[in-house]
């Protein structure tokens, strides 16, 4: 390694298989917005389509979830102007690059994955080779653009340590230092926010019950009343953070509240610290709607006009070609598939 010095660049991606959650939010979408607002990276935000088909999705409601999505992230504060927002399929050095990695990357990796078993379950032998290979084009997202730094939730850290893997393996196999190795940025109180009836599962859209999280879609009652019903334990919160190690739901219950209010854990205790769920959930819920009911609101006005989304993926996925042909490009050539 010769250690190449790569430019200040944010890559991360989230999937329009569904509606976002408040996981989704807290955990990259608002960490997305602020890395964007530091002005310290540049920034690149991709609706990873090509993931979502990894698993069944009627098309006209892939469709639909991609520009639902692309209003999400506006509406949270992702700028077009400033980051570049686009769907992976538009840009196809992802999926060509994706190609590569598949022949740099071994089986053996991708079956220690435990996204790949949670979601393959017993069944593998029936899960697409779309969903097995998952990793790999994840890894081509953040290297086409020689991605130095990807904001994420918890439940990535698995697959960014592959995708160093990947670029470690593909550097020393061909005598280069072309890949950056990727720094995960995993940070701040709800990197993994758990579902509301299980406190030792994520929130997901997957989900089969929908009373399991918050939606972006969600309207004050809807979301008082998912809080209201939010499984917890009969005790009333303590004065400590660290007394809630053995109280999962509470604590996801904080960890929510801390993010949304932008506080510390600690000053979220020494406030709410004797109170009981009935005092608590209440304020929470008042918070989260106040956080999330404008951003609803823009994200339907964005809704209305589903041409200029179009418009604005476009342009998006102009720019993220600009920046991952090249890439890919060098790559092929680094491999001796012709040029030189
Ligand atoms: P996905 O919805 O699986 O495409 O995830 C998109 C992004 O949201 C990734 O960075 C995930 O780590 C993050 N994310 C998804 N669910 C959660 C959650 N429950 N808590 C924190 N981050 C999450
Ligand atoms: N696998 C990620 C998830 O489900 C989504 C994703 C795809 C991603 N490509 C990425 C995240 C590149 C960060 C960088 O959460």
Request: hydrophobic letters at 40%.
């Amino acid at each position: 390694m010769t250690g190449t010095a790569f430019t200040p660049r944010v890559f991360s991606g989230i999937q329009p298989s569904g509606g976002l959650t408040l996981g989704n939010y807290l955990g990259a979408l608002k960490r997305f917005v602020d890395m964007q607002d530091a002005g310290t990276h540049e920034c690149v935000y991709c609706l990873v389509d090509l993931h979502a088909i990894t698993v069944w999705q009627n098309p006209d409601d892939l469709r639909k979830q991609t520009r639902e999505a692309a209003a999400a992230f506006m509406a949270a504060g992702v700028d077009p102007a400033r980051s570049v927002l686009f769907n992976q399929s538009q840009a196809p050095a992802h999926a060509q690059l994706a190609w590569a990695f598949n022949c740099v990357a071994r089986m053996g990796w991708m079956g220690r994955m435990t996204q790949w078993k949670d979601k393959a379950g017993k069944n593998s032998e029936q899960a697409s080779l779309g969903l097995f290979a998952y990793p790999a084009l994840m890894a081509a997202d953040i290297l086409a653009y020689h991605a130095t730094h990807v904001p994420v939730g918890e439940d990535q850290k698995q697959h960014l340590e592959l995708t160093r893997d990947i670029a470690a393996k593909f550097n020393h196999d061909f005598g280069v230092d072309f890949f950056p190795i990727t720094e995960p940025v995993i940070d701040g109180p709800a990197t993994r926010v758990m579902s509301l009836r299980d406190g030792t599962k994520k929130m997901s859209k997957s989900d089969p019950s929908d009373m399991s999280r918050i939606n972006f879609s969600d309207d004050a009652d809807k979301i008082a009343q998912k809080f209201r019903k939010a499984r917890t334990d009969p005790e009333p919160l303590p004065a400590t953070y660290a007394e809630l190690k053995d109280r999962p739901e509470a604590r996801n219950l904080i960890d929510i509240y801390a993010a949304l209010a932008a506080k510390s854990t600690d000053a979220v205790m020494a406030e709410v610290g004797g109170q009981g769920w009935g005092q608590f959930k209440p304020h929470l819920a008042e918070v989260a709607v106040e956080v999330l009911s404008p951003m609803t609101g823009e994200m339907n006005r964005f809704m209305d006009d589903p041409a200029e989304i179009d418009r604005i993926l476009g342009e998006g996925s102009a720019k993220a070609r600009e920046i991952s042909e090249p890439i890919l490009a060098k790559t092929y050539e680094i491999m001796g598939m012709i040029a030189s």
